[in-house]
Each structure stands twice: as structure tokens, then as C-alpha cells.
């Protein structure tokens, strides 16, 4: 098990160990033809929101081309979907971590064990050896980085220097939640596939398998309502009072640019250390209608608004890393993304 899933919520499944896709089989299709065709452009920038399935389908593509190497074969040819027997040996060795022609980036823990709130250039030069030296298995060698988000400015570069120039049967599959913000020399040396947020049906089938409950669950049918087309976001949703905290954190973002102090210090205290489930639902509810504000017309329309609306999503993601990554206080958090809030949409039209 990796430093990051060891940090993530036991009930969302890792994506390296999801068999299953749910609601993507036109995005699936696009990579499947492409490697079909035996020209398939060697970076893909696979964006979309937060627990819709972007890393589970970089893992069953990779999967895919490890046990598939030669797309001309007519078992290939006859593929209809990325679908792999979880037994088959490539998917067992690629669930254990132990594939030698995968290599995958994502933060990890410095010497103290503490989360990393990037991925470093060291981490990232890893390309370097993994696509340099001799192959480790016959075939291809795919690179997911899990995400190019967190990607340091010096890692990005490292990365990009091997997307520069890669080598014959690399593959990279760059996943991203915000890939506008992604470095433009990367965004162009990369073919972009789009996922849209899962529609309901999906998220609850998806859900329901992971959380081992029936679909008809009335607890995992609302969780699903306030996922909004995201799975692990309606996983997390479904531990303890999580559900509640959303819909309180909500109703203060709404009630925005007015703010009750005594609310804030409430929803702080409901935000204890070492609860990683509250803390990240209280991030995730800002930070989606932050994004759903920023891509508002009456926002989009407006540079000043939309960049002062910008820098704070920048400034609160980073405050946001700090607390989870140190395991910080939670209550002074909640006032500095408030304040923040406050000053950016002092001057907003109402959205009543």
C-alpha cells in the first residue's frame, strides 16, 4: 500500500484496485481506439472534477496496454472496452505495485511520515530512470502521475523535459482536477481527454458497491444528491456526520458575504484534529463552490472579479494542504477561508 492510499478514507477504493468503470464508456472508447490504431499519442492530460474516475481509468488503461502490448493482435483488435480479468496476472501485479513497466507519482511522506502537500522534482525525475534504462519487462512502460497538480514547479519541469523527448512505447497518463491551471508546455505536449461528473444512477450504482449497501440505501441515495456526479466525495459523505457538516458549510458559503462568528466557531469545533473525513469535507464543499463560482458568467465576464476569486481558490487550497498535511488546528482555518470569502465577494450582484 502507498503512503497515499494509506492516508485515504478505507472506504473508497483504490483506484489501482477498482475493476470496475462507471458512466465513462465514450471516454473509454476514445483511449481504447486510439491504441487500436497503433499511433496512440504517447501523454495524455485525463481532467475532470475530483472522484469521478479519472485515476480508475488510467489504471485500467494501463493495465490494458501492459497485458496488450501489441495492438495489432486480434484480441486487442476485438476489444470493446478496457476490461481486464482482475486475474489475470498484469492486473494483480499492477493492484500489488510490483509491475515493473509501471511507474506511478504521487505525494508521499517525508522522513517524519508526515503526507507531503507536492510531489518533488526527486520524485519526478524517477521518469528519468524508469524510461532510460533497460526495460524491467518486455512491451511498454506507462507513467501515471496522480496528480499533475501537485506537481512542484521544479517537477513539473522535470516531467516535461521527458514528454519532450520520449522514448518509442512510453505511455503517460497525467490526471488532473483543474487542467487549465496545468503548465501550458505540458498541456501541449499532451492529448486532453475531459471526464464530466457521473450522472446520479452512476454514482449511486458506484457507491453502493464500494460501500457494500444496496442502491435503494435512503442515506447513500442523499450522499449521492450532494456528491455531485463524484463518487468518493458521496463515499466520504457517508461517514459519520459528514453529510451534516456539508450541508452546514454549504449554507454559510450561500449565505456569503454576511457571516455569523458564532456559526464559524461552531463549525470549527465540529472540525476536531485527526479527523481527516470532516476536515476534507469541510475543503470540498468550499472548493466546489468556489469552482462553480468561477466558472459563473457573471464572474467569467469580469478579469478583476475573476482573478481576485482566483488567488483566494489559490490561497485556501494551499492553507487547506498545510492543515491536512501538518494536522493543524481546524477552527483558525475555517476564519481565514471565511475572511477570505468575505473580502472577495464583498461586491458580488446577489445569486438570489
Known sequence: MSPREAESDTMVPPPRKTARLYGHAATEATLLSAYKSGQIPHAWLIGG????GKATLAYRMAKFVLANPEPSLPAVQRATSLDLDPDHPVARQVV??????????????ND?????????????????????????????????????????????????KILEEPPARSLFLLISHAPSRVLATIQSRCRKLMLRPLAASDVILAAAQAAERGPQDAALREAAE????????????LGGDALGLHHRTAALLEALPHVDPRALHALGDALPLNDRVALRTFIDTVDRWLTSHLRAPDVQANLPRLARLAEVWEKINQSARETEAFNLERKPLVFSVFSMLVEATANFPSRA
Open 49 to 52: 472534477a475530483q472522484g469521478i
Open 96 to 109: 500489488a505495485g510490483s509491475h515493473g513497466g509501471l511507474l506511478t507519482l504521487e505525494r508521499t511522506a
Open 226 to 237: 450532494a456528491g455531485e456526479g463524484s463518487v468518493a466525495r458521496t463515499l466520504a459523505l
Open 112 to 160: 517524519k511520515g508526515v503526507m507531503r502537500s507536492v510531489i518533488t522534482v526527486d520524485e519526478s525525475r524517477e521518469t528519468i530512470s524508469f524510461f532510460g534504462s533497460t526495460a524491467a519487462v518486455a512491451g511498454w512502460r506507462v507513467c501515471i502521475v496522480d496528480t499533475v497538480d501537485e506537481l512542484n514547479a521544479n517537477a513539473s519541469n522535470a516531467l516535461l
